[in-house]
């Protein structure tokens, strides 16, 4: 049985930093990208950073320049280390998980809060 689970989340200061893992188990994978979404309270979810199975990056101009994303294929995991944390990072963050040939995959969400 997939699954696919996310860590990393929680309560950080303005200015801080988390980093954010999202892994998934239980078949065999190949994922075409693998990226991050996130949704704030009444916004609707947004595009926040993506990696391609090249390597290639793209990241939400929001975000730009504070939050790095990675992946490991081995584990089969995606990385987002966040930086620079504002209040207006504050969302539900998603990893989404997309394969070669085959279905995507969402994480569960895991929540992130910048507040003093």
């Known amino acids: 049985q997939v699954q696919v689970v996310e860590s990393g989340g929680g309560l950080v200061q303005p200015g801080g930093s988390l980093r954010l893992s999202c892994a998934a188990s239980g078949g065999i994978f190949r994922f075409a990208a693998m990226a991050w979404h996130r949704q704030a309270p009444e916004k609707q979810r947004e595009l926040v950073a993506v990696i391609t199975d090249t390597g290639i990056t793209d990241y939400a101009n929001s975000v730009k320049g504070r939050f790095i994303i990675s992946r490991d294929d081995v584990k089969n995991t995606v990385y987002l280390e966040m930086n620079s944390l504002k209040p207006e990072d504050t969302a539900v963050y998603y990893c989404?998980?997309?394969?070669?040939?085959?279905?995507?995959?969402w994480g569960q969400g895991t929540q992130v809060t910048v507040s003093s």
């Open positions: 989404n998980l997309r394969q070669v040939v085959g279905r995507d995959y």
